[in-house]
């Protein structure tokens, strides 16, 4: 995400009338809008329940479920943040639980998702792009 922050800023400051817009971290909002669709960690982590459901829903067959580690929940801190490497976290390269993951929650993700794009794109149309203190 942070690199996709600096190009966007970047950009932007080269070209302000361009609009530069993103869904930084999916899975977080997914878990937001439906609080109830996963099981562990708000489905958030990587190679994790929200991921992995994805892939089953997507492209099954680059899924092999024998292969999903166990439950992964790294132990950080809620207000701090600590810029980590992965094999500090994990031997397995996948955090969050991969084995929750279900086609039918990756369905859900993908049709929240859509709603949520279409929303933005209809509500931005509808203001001729324009947004903040551009829509007075």
């Not at 800023?9 to 999916?26: G, L, M």
């Not at 166990?70 to 810029?83: A, F, G, M, S």
Request: charged share 25%; proline share 5%; hydrophobic share 40%.
């Amino acid at each position: 995400m942070v690199p996709i922050e600096i190009a966007s800023r970047a950009i932007k400051e080269r070209n302000p009338h361009v609009i530069i817009s993103c869904v930084e971290s999916w899975w977080t909002l997914v878990g937001q809008i439906d609080k109830g669709l996963f099981d562990v960690c708000g489905g958030m982590g990587h190679g994790s329940e929200g991921e992995t459901s994805v892939m089953l829903a997507v492209r099954p067959d680059l899924v092999d479920m024998t292969l999903a580690p166990q439950e992964v929940v790294p132990k950080l801190p809620d207000n701090i943040k600590i810029y980590w490497k992965f094999n500090e976290l994990t031997t397995t390269a996948a955090t969050g639980a991969p084995r929750k993951a279900t086609a039918k929650k990756g369905q859900k993700i993908m049709q929240i998702l859509e709603n949520v794009l279409l929303g933005f794109i209809t509500d931005m149309d509808k203001n001729q792009w324009k947004y903040g203190n551009a829509r007075v």
